[in-house]
């Protein structure tokens, strides 16, 4: 039993449970599952005021430092803690109007299973208006989120005591392991890459590094304006990070595979040097991985970690799901595991002359 708790799919559903909307704050939230995840295998955990967990886990020999000591050398894992939801934007003779928070695929809404996160948590259902019941000239195909509203089931004057304007809406789904060794939840996006994150963790434990590590669940990632990533960048000063997030697979337009490996980004904003590395450990280990092209940034953290100060030498690693942003994303948790085991093996390769190689030469 014991093996089945610790293992990567159990952890997924744990994390994927958790609510986590972004500005969510509310009781058994997701800061404290991944605060329960990380404190299994780092020194300490922090929080901070804006919502982030950062696990700190001290590289070897982890002696101080004296005055004429060099700094110690930091590497940032960074994957954010928030998912996509709801908020209400008014309450209409006992249903409840929302808009999205963090860009919901409106097509997969109808029929989902919510909690509105009122006064007191309420289960509710996404419904509309029949199609047997519109009017003349209504499309039967169209789908329109203001044209939709939650039902919780009680009489009206009780929903507007319980239930105000700004509340959160989260999704309610209990997540579903495939055929082929598949896992569907909703928030997979961007729990999957907080598990990868333990998952890297877990395995230092079997090696030797010399630079600090520090992982960082991010927090207000999904609104766009990365203030997790942000304020933990500027804070620890790192000198090199990863960032972990997902990335679309089995669609036409790109050429990425469930349980076919992390996806090691290629473009301006990941740095040439880190992506080398990461490869090279790939190679070494025999491990799957893929490529993705990234000529522009891509919406996620890596971009607010790669500007915080001076500077800081940044890649992303994605995990490949289908259904992005919709309460049934698929992962494969040993593309979870792949992508964990990679993120340890270069930070115990990580050495003072690495450093150096950041730097582009001169000839």
């Known amino acids: 039993m014991a093996e089945k708790q610790n293992s990567t799919i159990e952890m997924l559903k744990r994390l994927s449970q958790a609510v986590g909307v972004t500005g969510y704050s509310g009781p058994e939230n997701v800061h404290e599952a991944v605060a329960a995840e990380l404190e299994l295998y780092v020194d300490r955990v922090e929080r901070d005021r804006m919502g982030s967990v950062i696990g700190f886990k001290a590289g070897q020999p982890a002696g101080a430092n004296g005055d004429d000591a060099p700094p110690r050398r930091k590497v940032m894992l960074a994957a954010h803690l928030d998912e996509i939801?709801?908020?209400?934007?008014?309450?209409?003779?006992?249903?409840?109007?929302?808009?999205?928070?963090?860009?919901?695929?409106?097509?997969?809404?109808?029929?989902?299973?919510?909690?509105?996160?009122?006064?007191?948590?309420?289960?509710?259902?996404?419904?509309?208006?029949?199609?047997?019941?519109?009017?003349?000239?209504?499309?039967?195909?169209?789908?329109?989120?203001?044209?939709?509203?939650?039902?919780?089931g009680l009489p009206a004057a009780e929903v507007e005591q319980v239930v105000q304007i700004g509340d959160i809406i989260s999704f309610s789904r209990t997540p579903t392991e495939l055929l082929s060794g598949l896992i569907s939840a909703k928030a997979m996006d961007n729990r999957a890459s907080v598990a990868a994150m333990i998952v890297s963790l877990k395995t230092l434990q079997k090696l030797r590094h010399s630079w600090d590590v520090y992982a960082v669940a991010t927090a207000d990632e999904e609104w766009g304006n990365y203030v997790g990533a942000t304020t933990q960048a500027y804070t620890i000063h790192p000198d090199v990070a990863i960032v972990i997030d997902l990335t679309f697979a089995d669609v036409d337009e790109v050429d990425i595979k469930l349980n076919k490996g992390p996806v090691i980004a290629l473009g301006p904003s990941n740095h040439p040097v880190i992506r080398r590395r990461l490869i090279d450990i790939c190679d070494d280990l025999e491990m799957k991985y893929q490529n993705e092209i990234m000529p522009s940034g891509v919406g996620t953290d890596a971009y607010a970690v790669e500007i915080s100060r001076e500077g800081v030498p940044t890649i992303l690693l994605s995990i490949p799901s289908r259904y992005m942003h919709s309460p049934v994303e698929v992962v494969h948790p040993k593309d979870v595991e792949r992508t964990g085991r990679l993120m340890a093996e270069f930070i115990a390769s990580l050495d003072e002359a690495f450093v150096e190689e950041l730097i582009p030469k001169v000839e």
Do not use: N, Y
């Open 85 to 152: 939801g709801a908020v209400v934007t008014k309450i209409d003779k006992g249903f409840i109007r929302f808009t999205e928070i963090g860009g919901l695929d409106e097509r997969v809404l109808m029929g989902q299973e919510v909690v509105v996160h009122g006064q007191r948590m309420l289960p509710g259902i996404i419904g509309s208006i029949p199609p047997h019941l519109l009017g003349p000239g209504a499309s039967r195909d169209e789908v329109d989120m203001e044209k939709m509203h939650i039902d919780v």
